[in-house]
C-alpha cells in the first residue's frame, strides 16, 4: 500500500480516518514465513544487512508486516541520514528500529481484506515490542492537530488512513494520504543540469542542491532564459549563472552535509 498527497498537502479532521506519524526512514516488509527475513517494498531481499533484527524479529511464524526502518537521534526523531548510512552498510554503528504501522498476513492467515481498524488490532496482538521493533501509534480523526504539533516538533509529517480501508499491496490508494510538514525558504538559481530538469540553487554562499520538481512549463522557460543570459561558466554535465533569480522553494530541511532535502519550486520572487 502507497501514499498518495492530500489535497493541496493540507491535514484535516475526519473520525473516518486514523492519523499516524511519517516516520522519516525507509519502508521494509518483515516476514517470517519458515523462517525471518527483510525485504524492501520493491521486494529486494536484505536480510543478511541486519543480523540484528533477524535475531530480535518477535513475530510469529506465518507473519508478515508492512513497516519503516529508522534510525532515532538522541532526541527520538529519526534521522534519515543516519538511516540511510546504516542501510548501505553493516558496518555502521547506528542501531536501526521498525516500526510496523500494518499487518499483511497473520499466523498464515490473510490479513488484506480485513478493515485497517482490524489489521491494527492483528498487529497488536502479532508480537510485544522489543529494542528492535515497535508499533506505531495512532488517533482516532485531530488529523489539523497532529499535523501541528508533527510541524511544532520538526518531525517529517502525518499520515490519515481510511479506518475501513483494505491492505491493497504495491498500489497507491486515495485512502491513504500523506502531509509533510515542508519548510519553506528564498534560494537563488545558480545554474542547470543538460541531461534531464534540474535548476542548481545557491544560498547566496554556494550551492545548496538539485531542484527537480515544481516549475510548470512557462516558469521552466523563464528560468532557462534568465540562467542563459547570465551564464559564466559552462562543464560537460552543467550550465552555471550569476545567482540573480530569487525563488520560493518549499524543503524537507538540510541534510548533514548542507544540501537541501527534496527541494520543490514554488514561485519566483521579484
Known sequence: MLLEYAADN????????????????????????????????????ITANFPELIESMPIPSGTILDSEL??????????????????QSSKSKHKVTIVAFDIIKYKNRDMTYLPLTERKK??????????????????????????????QQGLEGIVLKRADSKYI??????????????????????????????????????IVGTMEYGPNSEERKAGYLMMKKYKTEETKDYVYTQPLMRCLVKHRGFTKNGMLRLPVFERFLI
Open 122 to 151: 492483528y498487529l497488536e496482538d502479532s508480537f510485544v515490542d522489543n529494542d528492535y521493533f515497535v508499533k506505531s501509534r495512532y488517533l482516532t480523526g485531530k488529523g489539523i492537530e497532529y499535523f501541528n504539533a508533527v510541524k
Open 169 to 206: 499491496i504495491g498500489k497507491k490508494s486515495k485512502y491513504w494520504q500523506k502531509v509533510i510538514a515542508y519548510e519553506m525558504g528564498e534560494f537563488y538559481l545558480a545554474g542547470f543540469r543538460k541531461d534531464k530538469f534540474g535548476w542548481l540553487l545557491s544560498d547566496g554562499n554556494g
Open 10 to 45: 493540507k491535514p484535516f479532521n475526519d473520525d473516518k480516518y486514523i492519523t499516524e506519524l511519517k516516520w522519516d526512514g525507509i519502508r521494509l516488509v518483515p516476514r517470517n514465513i519458515n523462517r525471518p527475513r527483510l525485504y524492501t517494498r520493491h521486494e529486494n531481499e
Open 70 to 87: 529508522v534510525v532515532p537521534n538522541a532526541e527520538g526523531k529519526a534521522d534519515f541520514a543516519a538511516t540511510m548510512e546504516r542501510f
